[in-house]
């Protein structure tokens, strides 16, 4: 589906008129078991995806299919509670329709989070990572078809979808705060099925250190747009064929309930920051 300039100007607009004068400054797009962070803000107002025109509903397990606009450590943000993903039968541009939405409000620095699974055999499941770059080969670009110019050029750099002095700003909170942090790629896969152990080790070998069905498209609207990026990875579970086990939802679900504290506490202190 191709949106036009109006429709998203449409969203923006009902938009306003629930949260008045309110203007956010910070996106967060919050990955399967990590929307409880949106319940963590203050003076919250809340807007269901299923109310705002041209939105799409958020069906994956984990994510609530709302926005929550208020504070988080004196942030003035705007958390998505749910993401849509290619998998539910959305376009790239259906997927990543409310990052030029709240563009339109004024956001300004997107963080986005994701579960994924670790390609990397040095490292473990339950770890964090920073995003520092993403590979994204399959299926179009939630960029084709006409270009709206209100956004952005035709032809985008992509040297640096996540900004690099964001990720400097992580590097260094972390240290603060004594949580170790991975770096590293992040391989964007369709799904829904998960990857097979011949597609993680050609992921390897490409140089993917993390493997997951989201994130992507969204990273590469909102750059398009302008925005700052700041992205990270629960390593939720090692990637197929590195264990001898078959990879299930329940996992990566139980796997950000027992990292709840050490997320949120590093994105927490990174908003501070900002």
């Known amino acids: 589906m191709e949106y036009t300039y109006e429709q998203y100007q449409a969203s923006a607009a009902y938009l306003r008129q629930q ?24 003076q919250a107002i809340a807007v269901s995806y299923a109310d705002i025109p041209h939105f799409k509903p958020s ?40 990052l030029r939405v ?33 590979i994204k080969f399959f299926l179009e670009s939630p ?5 709206l110019p209100q956004f952005g050029v035709r032809f985008p750099d992509a040297s640096h979808l996540y900004t690099p002095a964001l990720q400097e700003l992580a590097r260094e ?5 004594g949580i170790e942090i991975r770096q590293g790629v992040y391989m964007y896969f ?19 250190d993390a493997v997951g069905m989201s994130t992507a498209p969204e990273v590469i609207t909102a750059a398009h747009c302008g925005m700052n990026v700041l992205g990270f990875t629960l390593l939720s579970n090692m ?15 139980a796997a950000a309930a027992a990292c709840r504290e050490k997320f949120s506490g590093l994105i927490r202190a990174c908003l501070r920051k900002l």
């Open 173 to 177: 909170t972390a240290a603060e705060q």
């Open 19 to 42: 949260i008045g004068t309110f203007c956010p400054d910070v996106a967060m797009v919050l990955g399967s078991g990590l929307g409880y962070m949106g319940d963590e803000v203050e």
């Open 190 to 208: 369709p799904g829904p099925q998960y990857e097979t152990p011949a597609e993680i080790r050609a992921a390897r070998l490409l140089g993917a």
């Open 102 to 134: 709240l563009r339109l409000l004024g956001a300004q620095t997107l963080i986005v989070t994701n579960a994924a699974g670790c390609v990397n055999t040095d490292w473990q499941a339950g770890d964090l990572m920073l995003i520092t770059d993403q």
């Open 239 to 253: 990637a197929a064929g590195i264990l001898d086990q078959p990879l299930s939802e329940e996992e990566v679900l």
């Open 59 to 98: 069906t994956a397990p984990g994510h609530k299919g709302r926005l929550v606009f208020g504070l988080l450590e004196g942030q003035r943000v705007a958390v998505m509670q749910g993401r849509m993903h290619h998998y539910e039968g959305y376009s790239y541009e259906e997927v990543s329709y409310a």
């Open 143 to 147: 960029l084709r078809g006409p270009n």
